[in-house]
Structure formats: C-alpha cells, structure tokens
C-alpha cells in the first residue's frame, strides 16, 4: 500500500485562480516536503515541515504557501496561479538525516 | 551552498551495454554527507535507488553500483549491463543537514535501445 499518496493526479488551472495540492503520508515521519520538478532543474523544494503546525521556506517559496494540519498531511496552495507555475509536483515525506519516500506526483498545467 | 552535478542527459545506451552517469557534489554543512541515488520511472514518483552514508564505501541494488569517493567528491552511478527496464531518470543527491533537505542534481534521462 503506498505510503505518500497525492491528489489530484492532473489537474488544469486558469490562471488567477486558486489551486491546492494535497499530500497524505502513512509512514508516522515528521518530516514533509513539497518540489517541482522541471526538465533542466532536477527537484526544487518549495516549501518544508518538521511537524503538525509548521511550515518553513525552500529554496523556491515565492508564489506558493503550505499548510500541515496534521502528521498526515501537508497541502501545498497556490493563491493566483500563473502559467510560470505549470511544473509538476512531487510530495515527500522523510527524517531528517535519511531518504525521503516520494508520493506519485501531480501535473499541474495553467492555463 | 551545497550542490550536486550530474551528466547531462538524455543518454542513450543500447541493451546489454555498460552505463555510468557521474555525479559530483559540494557540500558545506557537513563534509561528508549520506549521498544517494533516486530513480524515476515512466508515470511513477522518484524511489530511492541506493544510498551510501561513509565515505569509502559502494553502494548496490539492482545491478547498480555507487562508491563514495571523498577525494574527488564523487558518486558515479555504473551499471555493467543495461536492460530495457532501466529506462527512467535518475537522480544523485546529498542531505543537507542543516535543514534536513535534500539536494538533488538536475536528473539525468537515460533511454535503453533494444
């Protein structure tokens, strides 16, 4: 059974609009992650949490915020998406120090 | 800040075939950090191919190999030979420490001809 799930797979946005990316993990990590991936950059982290409650800047945070409401879950929110924001997104749960296990991924396109 | 730099891709390498993608990195949190190599198949998210955490030590899974070098601040992934299901990104990367992140090098295509 997977244990970093993402929702939606694909979805298609206009731009201005409001977009949320959801994650859901059921390794018990404290840690989650959010990156886009585009062809050329490899993985880029958008935004982290160590816990239920936190949310801390990457590397790529402009444009984006994140919510961790609980261990389980981590949303990555797109207020006024742009098309500069079609990528694809990858969730991530992990301990700080060891690898991270990565959810399927989700293809953002907007329009 | 810390960085990983791989081969530019897309490689193409026929069946049976040898492979090696390099990979160098810098890092300034910690001098030797756990590296590792992630995988990306077709439709799938990235799993953890291998990982080494000492410097001097190799790696294995799946046919691959990764030695830690720490005098060249290297970790070249080889393979002897390729299959057809090899066909996938791969991906080298090293832990920050300090932000308990990962850094990942850009990717790296890898296609198998039959």
């Known amino acids: 059974e997977a244990a970093v799930t993402q929702s939606p797979r694909n979805k298609v946005a206009v731009t201005g609009g409001k977009v949320t990316l959801s994650c859901n993990q059921t390794n018990n990590h404290n840690n989650m992650y959010w990156y886009r991936q585009d062809t050329g950059h490899g993985l880029r982290l958008i935004h982290y949490s160590y816990g239920a409650g936190s949310t801390e800047k990457g590397d790529i945070p402009d444009g984006y915020k994140a919510s961790r409401p609980s261990q389980e879950n981590f949303s990555l929110i797109l207020e006024l998406a742009t098309p500069s924001q079609t990528s694809v997104y990858f969730c991530?749960?992990?301990?700080?120090?060891?690898?991270?296990?990565f959810g399927p991924g989700t293809r953002l396109t907007v329009l | 800040g810390d960085s990983v730099t791989q081969t530019e891709g897309p490689v193409t390498v026929s069946e049976s075939e040898s492979l090696i993608i390099n990979c160098t990195y810098s890092a300034t949190s910690i001098a030797y950090p756990n590296l590792f190599w992630y995988v990306r198949y077709p439709g799938e998210g990235l799993q953890l191919l291998l990982k080494v955490i000492t410097a001097g030590q190799k790696g294995s899974s799946r046919g691959f190999e990764a030695t830690y070098n720490k005098e060249t601040t290297s970790f070249h992934l080889q393979k002897a030979s390729v299959q057809e299901s090899d066909s996938a990104v791969y991906y080298c990367a090293l832990v920050n420490y300090n932000q308990g992140k990962l850094i990942f090098g850009q990717g790296t295509k890898l296609s198998i001809k039959p």
């Open positions: 991530a749960s992990g301990d700080r120090g060891f690898e991270q296990y």
